[in-house]
């Protein structure tokens, strides 16, 4: 029997974007504060003493990220000329988009590099990372940067936040990854307002601080912080309403906190418990749920008390039983054209789609809406089944069949209950949008 997967972006939701992602290294708390040196010349649109300046500041964003222990000191200049990813022992910022790495051509704003200890390692939350050593950004120097009283202007035009860029360049060369990439479905508001965001716009300030979902991923590298997993007893978090789920905290993460509160993203009461134990809900209504745990802690490197959240984005889904329906008409020469009505919803909750004609289980075509050739008039039996995590249904029409086409008629059919087609339009903001490495 032929079938064809609609949505296979669904499953890659649950594990991709999940949140913050590092990139395997980080500093070791005897590297902090980190030194380093700006080049000689000036980034285009600004001063030297500005964009010196906006690199402290960039220090003091991630900085301020409660329990970061992350400060910059900035111990002078030197020469820009070297050009790109020059040094493995010195963390320096240059204004060279050419050279040995061409930003200008690639259309990137601004790169990092960051370089490791081999064999060194730092361990922070259970998570084990490569001891980072020195970071290099590099700014595309055919692009015009910005002050933030430039980018904050009405009168601002094609000009390039040097702050939120560098903020961004800065999380890279801390161990931040992007928090979408190019290309991902990225569905969540708060992944694709985050500071490590793949890209941004000109005039555009809406990165400089990090959000709550850099926020996650800086203390989880560099601070306590809070995890939790889907318990094992729990095979999967695609499935039928309703649907029960099972979370737990690892032990690692539980020693310095003592309240941890459970919002299940469904409207219903938190639940706030005193220790990490494993908690079961049980989602009663369609739709993607994210997960967010909050727990309250102590620690001396937090000054005494502090909170901390993780958010697991997407992570449950629970559908309904589908809903098909289809409408049909006559083109002519025997030729029926069938049009799918199926509530298709916002949730990927309808993947597959089979058409069967006449009862023919093995010749079914596994497509949208198909186009049928009869080999002459007269009545056929057509069956849509639509096939999803809730289950599947389907409804069976007696299709009647002319030489000659509709004329602009057509007919409707669907099971008791059924309605119309929903369609997700999805809109992609106008601003221009320039890759950030």
Same mark, same amino acid.
């Given at each position: 029997?032929?079938?064809?997967?609609?949505?296979?972006?669904?499953?890659?939701?649950?594990?991709?974007?999940?949140?913050?992602?590092?990139?395997?290294?980080?500093?070791?708390?005897?590297?902090?504060?980190?030194?380093?040196?700006?080049?000689?010349?000036?980034?285009?649109?600004?001063?030297?003493?500005?964009?010196?300046?906006?690199?402290?500041?960039?220090?003091?964003?991630?900085?301020?990220?409660?329990?970061?222990?992350?400060?910059?000191?900035?111990?002078?200049?030197?020469?820009?000329?070297?050009?790109?990813?020059?040094?493995?022992?010195?963390?320096?910022?240059?204004?060279?988009?050419?050279?040995?790495?061409?930003?200008?051509?690639?259309?990137?704003?601004?790169?990092?590099?960051?370089?490791?200890?081999?064999?060194?390692?730092?361990?922070?939350?259970?998570?084990?990372?490569?001891?980072?050593?020195?970071?290099?950004?590099?700014?595309?120097?055919?692009?015009?940067?910005?002050?933030?009283?430039?980018?904050?202007? /009405? *009168?601002?035009?094609?000009?390039?936040?040097?702050?939120?860029?560098?903020?961004?360049?800065?999380?890279?060369?801390?161990?931040?990854?992007?928090?979408?990439?190019?290309?991902?479905?990225?569905? *969540?508001?708060?992944?694709?307002?985050?500071?490590?965001?793949?890209?941004?716009?000109?005039?555009?300030?809406?990165?400089?601080?990090?959000?709550? *979902?850099?926020?996650?991923?800086?203390?989880?590298?560099?601070?306590?912080?809070?995890?939790?997993?889907?318990?094992?007893?729990?095979?999967?978090?695609?499935?039928?309403? /309703?649907?029960?789920?099972?979370?737990?905290?690892?032990?690692?993460?539980?020693?310095?906190?003592?309240?941890?509160?459970?919002?299940?993203?469904?409207?219903?009461?938190?639940?706030?418990? /005193?220790?990490?134990?494993?908690?079961?809900?049980?989602?009663?209504?369609?739709?993607?749920?994210?997960?967010?745990?909050?727990?309250?802690?102590?620690?001396?490197?937090?000054?005494?008390?502090?909170?901390?959240?993780?958010?697991?984005?997407?992570?449950?889904?629970?559908?309904?039983?589908?809903? /098909?329906?289809?409408?049909?008409?006559?083109?002519?020469?025997?030729?029926?054209?069938?049009?799918?009505?199926?509530?298709?919803?916002?949730?990927?909750?309808?993947?597959?789609?089979?058409?069967?004609?006449?009862? *023919?289980?093995?010749?079914?075509?596994?497509?949208?809406?198909?186009?049928?050739?009869?080999?002459?008039?007269?009545?056929?039996?057509?069956?849509?089944?639509?096939?999803?995590?809730?289950?599947?249904?389907?409804?069976?029409?007696?299709?009647?069949?002319?030489?000659?086409?509709?004329?602009?008629?057509?007919?409707?059919?669907?099971?008791?209950?059924?309605?119309?087609?929903?369609?997700?339009?999805?809109?992609?903001?106008?601003?221009?949008?320039?890759?950030?490495?």
């Amino acid at each position: 029997m032929k079938r064809l997967a609609l949505v296979a972006l669904a499953l890659f939701l649950w594990t991709a974007l999940s949140g913050w992602a590092h990139l395997g290294w980080k500093w070791s708390q005897d590297d902090i504060p980190i030194t380093y040196r700006v080049g000689n010349s000036s980034p285009p649109g600004m001063t030297h003493d500005e964009a010196v300046d906006l690199i402290e500041e960039s220090f003091d964003r991630w900085g301020d990220v409660p329990c970061s222990p992350i400060d910059g000191e900035y111990v002078g200049e030197t020469d820009n000329e070297q050009g790109g990813f020059s040094s493995n022992n010195a963390s320096i910022f240059t204004f060279d988009g050419g050279s040995k790495n061409d930003l200008t051509e690639s259309g990137t704003n601004a790169a990092a590099v960051t370089y490791r200890y081999s064999g060194q390692t730092v361990t922070n939350n259970g998570l084990v990372f490569q001891r980072a050593r020195a970071m290099n950004i590099v700014f595309n120097d055919g692009r015009t940067w910005g002050t933030k009283a430039d980018i904050d202007s /009405p *009168d601002c035009r094609g000009i390039n936040d040097f702050l939120s860029t560098s903020v961004h360049e800065v999380g890279h060369g801390l161990g931040m990854a992007h928090s979408c990439e190019n290309g991902d479905p990225c569905a *969540d508001p708060v992944l694709r307002s985050a500071t490590m965001f793949w890209a941004g716009g000109t005039c555009d300030s809406s990165r400089r601080s990090p959000n709550p *979902d850099d926020v996650g991923g800086i203390t989880a590298m560099y601070g306590p912080s809070i995890d939790f997993e889907v318990s094992e007893d729990t095979p999967s978090l695609v499935g039928s309403v /309703p649907l029960t789920a099972s979370f737990e905290v690892p032990d690692i993460y539980g020693e310095t906190l003592h309240e941890f509160d459970w919002n299940f993203g469904d409207g219903s009461p938190h639940f706030v418990s /005193p220790n990490p134990e494993m908690v079961t809900h049980t989602w009663n209504q369609e739709g993607q749920f994210t997960v967010t745990l909050t727990a309250q802690g102590t620690a001396d490197e937090c000054g005494g008390d502090y909170q901390t959240a993780q958010r697991k984005v997407g992570v449950v889904l629970a559908c309904n039983e589908p809903d /098909p329906t289809f409408s049909y008409s006559n083109d002519g020469d025997f030729t029926v054209t069938m049009e799918n009505g199926s509530k298709l919803g916002a949730f990927e909750c309808v993947t597959e789609f089979e058409w069967i004609l006449d009862g *023919d289980e093995d010749g079914a075509l596994s497509t949208f809406q198909p186009t049928y050739t009869f080999d002459a008039a007269g009545t056929h039996d057509v069956t849509l089944r639509a096939i999803g995590p809730g289950g599947e249904a389907e409804v069976t029409v007696q299709v009647e069949v002319n030489r000659q086409s509709d004329e602009g008629c057509n007919a409707s059919f669907a099971p008791a209950g059924g309605s119309g087609i929903a369609l997700l339009v999805g809109l992609i903001g106008a601003g221009v949008l320039r890759r950030r490495e």
